[in-house]
Protein backbone atom coordinates (compact mmCIF):
# COMPACT_ATOMS: atom_id res chain seq x y z
CA UNK A 1 0.00 0.00 0.00
CA UNK A 2 1.54 3.77 -1.24
CA UNK A 3 1.19 5.69 2.24
CA UNK A 4 1.80 9.68 1.97
CA UNK A 5 5.08 11.15 3.14
CA UNK A 6 4.68 12.83 6.44
CA UNK A 7 4.80 16.58 6.33
CA UNK A 8 5.19 17.67 10.11
CA UNK A 9 8.83 17.85 11.09
CA UNK A 10 10.12 14.70 12.80
CA UNK A 11 10.56 15.10 16.90
CA UNK A 12 14.64 15.02 17.51
CA UNK A 13 16.19 12.44 20.22
CA UNK A 14 17.47 13.43 23.72
CA UNK A 15 20.20 11.71 24.79
CA UNK A 16 21.44 11.38 28.56
CA UNK A 17 24.24 12.58 29.60
CA UNK A 18 26.34 12.54 33.21
CA UNK A 19 26.39 15.22 35.73
CA UNK A 20 30.14 16.18 35.07
CA UNK A 21 29.41 16.60 31.35
CA UNK A 22 26.14 18.18 31.84
CA UNK A 23 28.18 21.15 33.81
CA UNK A 24 31.01 21.06 31.13
CA UNK A 25 28.16 21.93 28.39
CA UNK A 26 26.37 24.89 30.82
CA UNK A 27 29.51 26.28 31.00
CA UNK A 28 30.25 26.12 27.55
CA UNK A 29 26.44 27.39 26.85
CA UNK A 30 27.38 30.48 29.16
CA UNK A 31 30.20 31.18 27.72
CA UNK A 32 28.87 31.07 23.95
CA UNK A 33 26.09 33.50 25.10
CA UNK A 34 28.58 36.35 26.78
CA UNK A 35 30.33 36.02 23.00
CA UNK A 36 26.74 36.29 21.72
CA UNK A 37 25.89 39.09 23.45
CA UNK A 38 28.18 41.52 22.10
CA UNK A 39 27.07 40.57 18.16
CA UNK A 40 24.40 42.95 16.76
CA UNK A 41 20.87 40.88 15.56
CA UNK A 42 21.14 40.49 11.77
CA UNK A 43 19.24 43.06 10.24
CA UNK A 44 15.66 41.72 8.60
CA UNK A 45 15.33 40.46 5.45
CA UNK A 46 13.43 42.79 2.72
CA UNK A 47 10.59 39.51 2.86
CA UNK A 48 10.61 40.03 6.58
CA UNK A 49 10.08 43.83 6.45
CA UNK A 50 7.45 43.06 3.68
CA UNK A 51 5.20 40.56 5.80
CA UNK A 52 5.99 42.61 8.81
CA UNK A 53 4.71 46.23 7.77
CA UNK A 54 1.87 44.28 5.17
CA UNK A 55 3.49 46.66 2.61
CA UNK A 56 2.14 43.94 0.22
CA UNK A 57 -1.55 44.56 0.70
CA UNK A 58 -1.45 47.58 -1.12
CA UNK A 59 -3.47 47.34 -4.15
CA UNK A 60 -5.11 44.37 -6.64
CA UNK A 61 -1.77 43.22 -7.62
CA UNK A 62 0.60 43.18 -4.19
CA UNK A 63 3.20 45.12 -5.91
CA UNK A 64 2.98 47.35 -2.86
CA UNK A 65 2.86 50.94 -5.12
CA UNK A 66 0.67 53.94 -3.90
CA UNK A 67 0.22 55.03 -7.81
CA UNK A 68 -0.55 51.58 -8.55
CA UNK A 69 -3.51 51.41 -5.54
CA UNK A 70 -4.17 55.26 -6.88
CA UNK A 71 -4.89 53.89 -10.89
CA UNK A 72 -6.82 50.51 -9.50
CA UNK A 73 -9.36 52.50 -7.46
CA UNK A 74 -9.02 55.28 -10.12
CA UNK A 75 -10.71 52.81 -12.39
CA UNK A 76 -13.32 51.32 -10.76
CA UNK A 77 -14.70 54.93 -8.80
CA UNK A 78 -14.73 56.65 -13.16
CA UNK A 79 -17.29 53.55 -13.87
CA UNK A 80 -19.44 54.22 -11.09
CA UNK A 81 -19.57 57.82 -11.83
CA UNK A 82 -19.90 57.57 -15.74
CA UNK A 83 -22.78 55.26 -15.21
CA UNK A 84 -24.38 57.24 -12.55
CA UNK A 85 -23.68 60.93 -14.25
CA UNK A 86 -24.29 59.48 -17.88
CA UNK A 87 -27.53 56.87 -18.23
CA UNK A 88 -27.45 57.05 -21.99
CA UNK A 89 -23.99 55.17 -21.38
CA UNK A 90 -25.56 52.33 -20.16
CA UNK A 91 -26.51 49.25 -22.70
CA UNK A 92 -30.03 48.01 -22.31
CA UNK A 93 -30.51 44.31 -22.03
CA UNK A 94 -26.77 44.33 -20.12
CA UNK A 95 -26.12 45.11 -16.19
CA UNK A 96 -25.16 49.35 -15.51
CA UNK A 97 -21.53 50.42 -16.09
CA UNK A 98 -22.42 51.75 -12.31
CA UNK A 99 -22.90 48.12 -11.20
CA UNK A 100 -19.70 47.19 -13.42
CA UNK A 101 -17.94 49.16 -11.15
CA UNK A 102 -19.66 48.27 -7.86
CA UNK A 103 -18.45 44.26 -8.48
CA UNK A 104 -14.78 45.41 -9.59
CA UNK A 105 -14.28 47.41 -6.24
CA UNK A 106 -15.68 44.04 -4.73
CA UNK A 107 -13.32 41.83 -6.56
CA UNK A 108 -10.66 43.95 -5.29
CA UNK A 109 -11.41 43.97 -1.82
CA UNK A 110 -12.39 39.91 -2.19
CA UNK A 111 -8.70 39.52 -3.93
CA UNK A 112 -7.50 41.52 -0.84
CA UNK A 113 -9.07 39.30 2.16
CA UNK A 114 -8.70 36.19 0.56
CA UNK A 115 -4.99 36.28 -0.45
CA UNK A 116 -4.74 37.45 3.29
CA UNK A 117 -6.50 34.22 4.25
CA UNK A 118 -4.79 32.19 1.98
CA UNK A 119 -1.02 33.52 3.01
CA UNK A 120 -1.93 33.48 6.88
CA UNK A 121 -2.50 29.47 6.87
CA UNK A 122 0.87 29.47 4.84
CA UNK A 123 2.85 31.54 7.13
CA UNK A 124 1.17 29.94 10.30
CA UNK A 125 0.37 26.08 9.61
CA UNK A 126 3.84 24.81 7.24
CA UNK A 127 2.37 21.37 7.04
CA UNK A 128 0.08 21.89 4.55
CA UNK A 129 2.67 23.72 2.51
CA UNK A 130 2.85 22.06 -1.18
CA UNK A 131 6.67 22.35 -1.06
CA UNK A 132 9.23 21.25 2.20
CA UNK A 133 9.87 24.54 4.24
CA UNK A 134 13.72 24.17 3.08
CA UNK A 135 12.82 25.43 -0.50
CA UNK A 136 11.45 28.51 0.77
CA UNK A 137 14.79 29.60 1.64
CA UNK A 138 15.27 33.78 0.76
CA UNK A 139 17.93 36.58 0.71
CA UNK A 140 18.04 40.10 1.10
CA UNK A 141 18.15 40.38 -2.65
CA UNK A 142 14.79 39.28 -3.30
CA UNK A 143 11.58 39.99 -2.02
CA UNK A 144 9.08 38.15 -0.25
CA UNK A 145 8.49 35.43 -3.29
CA UNK A 146 12.12 34.62 -4.04
CA UNK A 147 11.95 37.54 -6.88
CA UNK A 148 14.91 40.17 -7.37
CA UNK A 149 14.63 43.45 -6.78
CA UNK A 150 14.80 44.28 -10.44
CA UNK A 151 12.15 41.78 -11.64
CA UNK A 152 9.49 43.67 -8.67
CA UNK A 153 10.46 47.19 -10.03
CA UNK A 154 9.14 46.19 -13.48
CA UNK A 155 6.30 44.09 -12.26
CA UNK A 156 4.88 48.11 -10.84
CA UNK A 157 4.55 48.73 -15.35
CA UNK A 158 3.05 44.86 -15.62
CA UNK A 159 0.30 45.80 -13.06
CA UNK A 160 -0.76 49.29 -14.05
CA UNK A 161 -0.86 47.77 -17.81
CA UNK A 162 -2.55 44.71 -16.46
CA UNK A 163 -5.22 47.52 -14.65
CA UNK A 164 -5.66 49.36 -17.56
CA UNK A 165 -6.33 46.37 -20.03
CA UNK A 166 -8.29 44.66 -18.03
CA UNK A 167 -10.68 47.94 -17.90
CA UNK A 168 -10.58 48.34 -21.75
CA UNK A 169 -11.45 44.51 -22.51
CA UNK A 170 -14.66 44.64 -19.83
CA UNK A 171 -15.85 47.91 -21.51
CA UNK A 172 -14.89 46.58 -25.01
CA UNK A 173 -17.17 43.19 -24.64
CA UNK A 174 -19.93 45.31 -22.87
CA UNK A 175 -20.49 48.10 -25.95
CA UNK A 176 -19.57 45.10 -28.83
CA UNK A 177 -21.99 42.07 -27.25
CA UNK A 178 -25.17 43.60 -25.74
CA UNK A 179 -26.07 41.78 -22.72
CA UNK A 180 -22.23 39.63 -22.38
CA UNK A 181 -22.54 41.11 -18.74
CA UNK A 182 -26.33 40.16 -18.04
CA UNK A 183 -28.32 42.45 -16.50
CA UNK A 184 -31.27 41.38 -13.53
CA UNK A 185 -33.70 40.86 -16.06
CA UNK A 186 -31.78 37.78 -17.25
CA UNK A 187 -32.65 34.56 -14.62
CA UNK A 188 -32.58 30.83 -14.70
CA UNK A 189 -34.13 28.04 -12.48
CA UNK A 190 -31.87 26.50 -9.91
CA UNK A 191 -30.82 23.24 -12.44
CA UNK A 192 -29.84 25.22 -15.24
CA UNK A 193 -27.89 27.22 -13.20
CA UNK A 194 -26.31 24.33 -11.67
CA UNK A 195 -25.37 23.02 -15.27
CA UNK A 196 -24.46 26.17 -17.10
CA UNK A 197 -21.81 27.20 -13.97
CA UNK A 198 -20.59 23.66 -14.62
CA UNK A 199 -19.90 23.57 -18.51
CA UNK A 200 -18.77 27.15 -18.64
CA UNK A 201 -16.21 26.20 -16.36
CA UNK A 202 -15.18 23.86 -18.90
CA UNK A 203 -15.42 25.80 -21.60
CA UNK A 204 -13.16 28.78 -19.85
CA UNK A 205 -10.51 25.76 -18.63
CA UNK A 206 -10.09 24.19 -22.23
CA UNK A 207 -9.74 27.97 -23.53
CA UNK A 208 -7.08 28.35 -20.81
CA UNK A 209 -5.23 25.32 -20.96
CA UNK A 210 -4.22 25.95 -24.74
CA UNK A 211 -3.36 29.79 -24.37
CA UNK A 212 -1.09 28.39 -21.28
CA UNK A 213 0.07 25.07 -22.91
CA UNK A 214 1.28 27.93 -25.94
CA UNK A 215 3.38 30.18 -23.52
CA UNK A 216 5.30 27.37 -22.71
CA UNK A 217 5.83 26.18 -26.42
CA UNK A 218 6.26 29.47 -27.95
CA UNK A 219 10.07 30.99 -27.66
CA UNK A 220 8.63 34.46 -27.88
CA UNK A 221 5.83 34.00 -25.63
CA UNK A 222 8.13 32.40 -22.72
CA UNK A 223 10.48 34.92 -22.78
CA UNK A 224 8.21 37.77 -23.09
CA UNK A 225 5.00 37.37 -21.57
CA UNK A 226 4.53 34.22 -19.98
CA UNK A 227 8.03 34.04 -18.93
CA UNK A 228 7.44 36.75 -16.75
CA UNK A 229 4.86 34.43 -14.23
CA UNK A 230 7.44 32.08 -13.65
CA UNK A 231 9.99 34.76 -11.84
CA UNK A 232 9.01 34.06 -8.37
CA UNK A 233 10.19 30.85 -6.95
CA UNK A 234 8.43 30.48 -4.32
CA UNK A 235 4.63 29.85 -4.14
CA UNK A 236 2.67 32.60 -2.77
CA UNK A 237 -0.93 33.86 -3.67
CA UNK A 238 0.27 37.36 -4.42
CA UNK A 239 2.14 36.19 -7.30
CA UNK A 240 -1.52 34.66 -9.70
CA UNK A 241 -2.05 38.02 -11.80
CA UNK A 242 1.93 39.14 -11.41
CA UNK A 243 2.51 38.80 -15.08
CA UNK A 244 2.88 40.65 -18.31
CA UNK A 245 -0.34 42.21 -19.22
CA UNK A 246 -0.68 40.48 -22.71
CA UNK A 247 -0.12 36.95 -21.11
CA UNK A 248 -2.98 37.96 -18.61
CA UNK A 249 -5.51 39.51 -20.95
CA UNK A 250 -4.74 35.88 -23.02
CA UNK A 251 -5.06 33.47 -19.97
CA UNK A 252 -7.74 35.10 -18.04
CA UNK A 253 -9.81 37.41 -20.11
CA UNK A 254 -9.61 36.00 -23.42
CA UNK A 255 -10.81 32.29 -21.48
CA UNK A 256 -13.68 33.88 -19.25
CA UNK A 257 -14.86 35.70 -22.52
CA UNK A 258 -15.18 32.77 -24.65
CA UNK A 259 -16.90 30.34 -22.15
CA UNK A 260 -19.28 33.77 -21.49
CA UNK A 261 -20.05 33.51 -25.25
CA UNK A 262 -20.87 29.71 -25.44
CA UNK A 263 -22.38 29.02 -22.15
CA UNK A 264 -23.98 32.22 -21.19
CA UNK A 265 -24.68 32.50 -17.68
CA UNK A 266 -27.68 34.51 -16.02
CA UNK A 267 -26.84 37.59 -13.83
CA UNK A 268 -26.68 35.42 -10.29
CA UNK A 269 -24.85 33.12 -11.63
CA UNK A 270 -22.15 35.47 -13.42
CA UNK A 271 -20.93 36.70 -10.16
CA UNK A 272 -20.92 33.44 -8.12
CA UNK A 273 -18.46 32.37 -11.24
CA UNK A 274 -16.30 35.85 -10.78
CA UNK A 275 -15.56 34.76 -6.99
CA UNK A 276 -15.36 30.90 -7.56
CA UNK A 277 -12.70 31.99 -10.33
CA UNK A 278 -10.93 34.46 -8.01
CA UNK A 279 -10.59 31.98 -5.19
CA UNK A 280 -9.43 29.31 -7.87
CA UNK A 281 -6.83 31.65 -8.87
CA UNK A 282 -5.34 32.50 -5.75
CA UNK A 283 -5.16 29.04 -4.37
CA UNK A 284 -3.30 27.91 -7.21
CA UNK A 285 -1.08 29.43 -6.15
CA UNK A 286 -0.89 29.68 -2.68
CA UNK A 287 2.01 27.29 -2.02
CA UNK A 288 -0.61 25.32 -0.12
CA UNK A 289 -2.67 22.17 -0.77
CA UNK A 290 -5.28 21.39 2.04
CA UNK A 291 -9.05 22.21 3.17
CA UNK A 292 -7.84 25.59 3.35
CA UNK A 293 -8.48 25.73 -0.71
CA UNK A 294 -12.30 26.11 -0.25
CA UNK A 295 -13.06 26.65 -4.27
CA UNK A 296 -10.87 23.21 -4.99
CA UNK A 297 -11.88 21.26 -2.03
CA UNK A 298 -15.30 22.16 -3.26
CA UNK A 299 -15.00 20.34 -6.70
CA UNK A 300 -12.93 17.58 -6.04
CA UNK A 301 -16.10 15.41 -6.93
CA UNK A 302 -15.82 16.30 -10.21
CA UNK A 303 -13.54 13.24 -12.40
CA UNK A 304 -9.50 14.47 -12.69
CA UNK A 305 -10.00 17.66 -10.69
CA UNK A 306 -6.44 19.28 -9.29
CA UNK A 307 -5.58 20.47 -6.03
CA UNK A 308 -2.92 23.35 -5.85
CA UNK A 309 0.02 21.02 -5.56
CA UNK A 310 -0.93 20.35 -9.13
CA UNK A 311 -0.39 23.49 -10.34
CA UNK A 312 2.33 23.97 -8.31
CA UNK A 313 4.37 21.66 -9.27
CA UNK A 314 4.14 23.11 -12.81
CA UNK A 315 6.01 26.08 -11.53
CA UNK A 316 8.71 24.21 -9.43
CA UNK A 317 10.00 23.89 -13.02
CA UNK A 318 7.96 20.81 -14.58
CA UNK A 319 6.24 23.44 -17.20
CA UNK A 320 5.25 20.55 -19.79
CA UNK A 321 2.73 19.33 -17.51
CA UNK A 322 -0.74 20.92 -15.43
CA UNK A 323 -1.39 23.47 -17.66
CA UNK A 324 -5.07 23.73 -15.98
CA UNK A 325 -5.74 26.75 -14.03
CA UNK A 326 -9.13 25.60 -12.28
CA UNK A 327 -9.67 22.48 -10.69
CA UNK A 328 -11.83 21.27 -12.44
CA UNK A 329 -10.17 21.73 -15.65
CA UNK A 330 -7.68 19.06 -14.15
CA UNK A 331 -9.71 16.75 -17.01
CA UNK A 332 -8.14 18.58 -19.60
CA UNK A 333 -4.80 17.90 -18.64
CA UNK A 334 -5.47 14.11 -18.27
CA UNK A 335 -7.43 14.23 -21.71
CA UNK A 336 -4.23 15.93 -23.31
CA UNK A 337 -1.77 13.90 -21.72
CA UNK A 338 -0.31 16.40 -19.48
CA UNK A 339 -1.13 15.60 -16.00
CA UNK A 340 0.99 14.98 -13.48
CA UNK A 341 0.72 13.66 -9.51
CA UNK A 342 3.58 16.45 -8.29
CA UNK A 343 4.11 16.35 -4.91
CA UNK A 344 0.78 14.23 -4.02
CA UNK A 345 2.51 12.11 -1.33
CA UNK A 346 4.07 14.36 0.09
CA UNK A 347 0.67 16.46 0.67
CA UNK A 348 -0.92 13.25 2.19
CA UNK A 349 -4.37 14.11 2.65
CA UNK A 350 -4.79 16.80 -0.02
CA UNK A 351 -3.33 14.18 -3.08
CA UNK A 352 -6.64 13.14 -5.26
CA UNK A 353 -8.09 9.35 -6.20
CA UNK A 354 -6.48 10.64 -9.68
CA UNK A 355 -3.63 10.90 -7.69
CA UNK A 356 -3.11 7.87 -6.24
CA UNK A 357 -3.68 5.76 -8.98
CA UNK A 358 -1.31 7.61 -11.13
CA UNK A 359 1.53 6.75 -8.58
CA UNK A 360 0.34 2.91 -8.26
CA UNK A 361 0.73 2.88 -12.01
CA UNK A 362 3.84 4.62 -12.22
CA UNK A 363 5.87 3.00 -10.12
CA UNK A 364 4.27 -0.53 -11.42
CA UNK A 365 5.61 0.72 -14.50
CA UNK A 366 9.16 1.89 -13.57
CA UNK A 367 9.82 -1.59 -12.46
CA UNK A 368 8.84 -3.44 -15.41
CA UNK A 369 11.22 -0.46 -17.28
CA UNK A 370 13.98 -1.50 -14.83
CA UNK A 371 14.08 -4.72 -15.00
CA UNK A 372 13.79 -4.42 -19.12
CA UNK A 373 16.40 -2.14 -18.56
CA UNK A 374 18.70 -4.63 -16.93
CA UNK A 375 17.96 -7.35 -19.46
CA UNK A 376 18.71 -4.93 -22.37
CA UNK A 377 21.90 -4.13 -20.61
CA UNK A 378 23.17 -7.97 -20.28
CA UNK A 379 22.39 -8.38 -23.83
CA UNK A 380 24.46 -5.37 -25.13
CA UNK A 381 28.01 -6.25 -25.11
CA UNK A 382 29.64 -2.84 -26.10
CA UNK A 383 32.06 -2.11 -23.33
CA UNK A 384 32.47 1.27 -24.76
CA UNK A 385 29.04 2.62 -23.42
CA UNK A 386 27.61 3.16 -19.98
CA UNK A 387 26.54 0.48 -17.42
CA UNK A 388 23.44 0.73 -15.03
CA UNK A 389 25.67 0.62 -12.64
CA UNK A 390 28.70 2.73 -13.17
CA UNK A 391 25.79 5.48 -14.04
CA UNK A 392 24.32 4.81 -10.45
CA UNK A 393 27.66 5.60 -9.16
CA UNK A 394 27.80 9.01 -9.77
CA UNK A 395 25.39 10.36 -7.89
CA UNK A 396 26.51 13.10 -6.33
CA UNK A 397 28.78 16.26 -6.65
CA UNK A 398 31.83 14.20 -5.30
CA UNK A 399 31.40 11.24 -7.56
CA UNK A 400 30.21 13.26 -10.67
CA UNK A 401 26.57 14.19 -11.61
CA UNK A 402 25.62 12.00 -14.09
CA UNK A 403 22.24 11.39 -15.71
CA UNK A 404 21.18 9.80 -19.07
CA UNK A 405 18.54 11.62 -21.29
CA UNK A 406 17.43 9.68 -24.41
CA UNK A 407 19.54 6.84 -24.08
CA UNK A 408 23.22 9.20 -23.74
CA UNK A 409 24.63 9.59 -20.60
CA UNK A 410 25.78 13.07 -19.10
CA UNK A 411 28.26 14.86 -16.68
CA UNK A 412 26.51 17.77 -15.46
CA UNK A 413 28.77 18.36 -12.51
CA UNK A 414 30.56 21.31 -14.13
CA UNK A 415 27.00 22.64 -14.84
CA UNK A 416 25.48 22.76 -11.33
CA UNK A 417 25.70 26.42 -10.43
CA UNK A 418 25.02 27.64 -14.45
CA UNK A 419 21.70 25.60 -14.14
CA UNK A 420 18.39 27.83 -14.27
CA UNK A 421 16.28 25.61 -12.92
CA UNK A 422 19.31 25.15 -9.37
CA UNK A 423 21.77 22.55 -8.63
CA UNK A 424 19.06 20.76 -6.59
CA UNK A 425 17.55 19.95 -9.32
CA UNK A 426 20.20 18.31 -11.32
CA UNK A 427 21.69 16.74 -7.85
CA UNK A 428 18.19 15.01 -8.07
CA UNK A 429 18.05 13.45 -11.71
CA UNK A 430 21.80 12.36 -10.53
CA UNK A 431 23.11 8.63 -11.16
CA UNK A 432 20.21 7.74 -12.84
CA UNK A 433 17.52 7.31 -16.01
CA UNK A 434 15.84 11.51 -16.39
CA UNK A 435 14.40 11.37 -19.93
CA UNK A 436 11.14 11.95 -18.17
CA UNK A 437 12.61 14.60 -15.43
CA UNK A 438 13.97 16.16 -19.01
CA UNK A 439 10.69 15.82 -21.03
CA UNK A 440 8.78 17.30 -18.00
CA UNK A 441 10.73 20.42 -17.93
CA UNK A 442 10.29 21.78 -21.74
CA UNK A 443 13.80 22.58 -22.24
CA UNK A 444 14.64 25.02 -25.69
CA UNK A 445 16.92 24.54 -28.22
CA UNK A 446 19.48 26.18 -26.42
CA UNK A 447 19.33 23.16 -23.48
CA UNK A 448 20.35 20.73 -26.56
CA UNK A 449 23.40 22.39 -27.35
CA UNK A 450 24.26 22.70 -23.93
CA UNK A 451 23.67 18.87 -23.72
CA UNK A 452 25.75 18.27 -26.11
CA UNK A 453 28.81 19.63 -24.48
CA UNK A 454 28.16 16.97 -21.85
CA UNK A 455 27.89 14.36 -23.51
CA UNK A 456 29.87 11.08 -21.94
CA UNK A 457 28.90 8.48 -23.99
CA UNK A 458 26.06 6.24 -25.01
CA UNK A 459 23.89 4.27 -22.21
CA UNK A 460 24.54 0.70 -22.33
CA UNK A 461 21.26 -1.49 -23.57
CA UNK A 462 19.21 2.00 -24.32
CA UNK A 463 17.65 2.68 -27.42
CA UNK A 464 19.11 6.18 -28.72
CA UNK A 465 16.76 9.17 -28.75
CA UNK A 466 14.45 6.44 -26.07
CA UNK A 467 14.21 5.97 -21.91
CA UNK A 468 14.98 2.47 -21.23
CA UNK A 469 14.73 2.23 -17.60
CA UNK A 470 11.75 5.00 -16.96
CA UNK A 471 10.07 5.50 -20.15
CA UNK A 472 7.58 8.16 -20.57
CA UNK A 473 4.74 7.87 -18.49
CA UNK A 474 1.93 9.89 -19.13
CA UNK A 475 -0.59 9.11 -21.84
CA UNK A 476 -0.40 11.15 -25.17
CA UNK A 477 -2.51 11.32 -28.47
CA UNK A 478 -0.10 10.65 -31.41
CA UNK A 479 -1.33 13.47 -33.16
CA UNK A 480 -0.23 15.59 -30.15
CA UNK A 481 3.22 13.60 -29.97
CA UNK A 482 5.22 17.22 -31.68
CA UNK A 483 2.99 19.88 -29.97
CA UNK A 484 5.85 20.86 -27.42
CA UNK A 485 8.49 21.08 -29.90
CA UNK A 486 9.82 24.58 -30.11
CA UNK A 487 9.74 24.22 -33.36
CA UNK A 488 7.59 26.57 -36.03
CA UNK A 489 4.67 24.00 -37.78
CA UNK A 490 5.07 21.14 -35.34
CA UNK A 491 5.45 23.26 -31.97
CA UNK A 492 4.09 26.97 -32.34
CA UNK A 493 1.71 26.75 -34.62
CA UNK A 494 -0.18 23.15 -34.01
CA UNK A 495 -0.47 23.94 -30.24
CA UNK A 496 -2.74 26.58 -31.46
CA UNK A 497 -5.02 24.49 -33.37
CA UNK A 498 -7.23 23.35 -30.69
CA UNK A 499 -8.03 26.45 -30.26
CA UNK A 500 -9.55 27.19 -33.72
CA UNK A 501 -12.86 24.70 -32.82
CA UNK A 502 -13.62 26.81 -29.88
CA UNK A 503 -13.17 29.82 -32.22
CA UNK A 504 -15.55 28.67 -34.94
CA UNK A 505 -17.91 27.95 -32.14
CA UNK A 506 -17.75 31.43 -30.84
CA UNK A 507 -18.14 32.84 -34.37
CA UNK A 508 -21.37 30.81 -34.86
CA UNK A 509 -23.02 31.94 -31.63
CA UNK A 510 -22.25 35.76 -31.99
CA UNK A 511 -23.96 35.54 -35.68
CA UNK A 512 -27.17 33.30 -34.65
CA UNK A 513 -27.08 34.40 -30.83
CA UNK A 514 -27.97 30.49 -30.54
CA UNK A 515 -26.59 30.02 -27.13
CA UNK A 516 -28.98 33.42 -26.21
CA UNK A 517 -25.47 35.40 -24.91
CA UNK A 518 -27.47 38.83 -26.71
CA UNK A 519 -29.63 38.30 -23.79
CA UNK A 520 -31.45 41.46 -24.57
CA UNK A 521 -32.29 39.65 -28.55
CA UNK A 522 -33.06 36.22 -26.80
Not at 81 to 92: E, I, M, R, S, Y
Not at 271 to 299: D, P, T, W
Not at 431 to 453: C, F, M, P, Q, W
Request: aromatic content about 10%; charged content about 20%.
Amino acid sequence: MIKPLSRKASTPTVMRRDSSALSTHLEKMISLKKSLSTIQPAPKTLAETQYDEGSHFSNLLFGGNVWNTALEWGLRIGLVAAGTWFPQLNVTGSQTLTEMGLWLMAQSVFIRGYNAFLEWVFFNYPEYRTQPTKAHALNTKTDLVGREIRLLEAQKWNDRGTMCLDIAWNLLMYYTIPGYYPGRQVQHSLATRALRLVLHQYAMSYAMYWVHRAGHVSEFEWKYLHGVHHHPTTPLSRVTYQSHPIDNWQAGMVGQSCAQVLVPLDHATFYVHIFLRIMESLEKHSGISCAANLAHSAQRVFPFSQMPHHHDWHHEGHKSCNFSFSAIGGFWDWLFGTRMEGRAQYCGEAATATDWRMIATNQAIQEEAARRARAAEAADSDTSKVSLDDLAGHNSEKTGVWMAIGGVVYDATAYLDEHPGGRDALLGAAGRDATEDYNAIGHSKAALDVLEKMRVADLRGAVAGGDASTPWLKHKWKFMAGMDDPSFWDGHVSVHVPLVPMFAAIVWALKTNATGVFSVLA
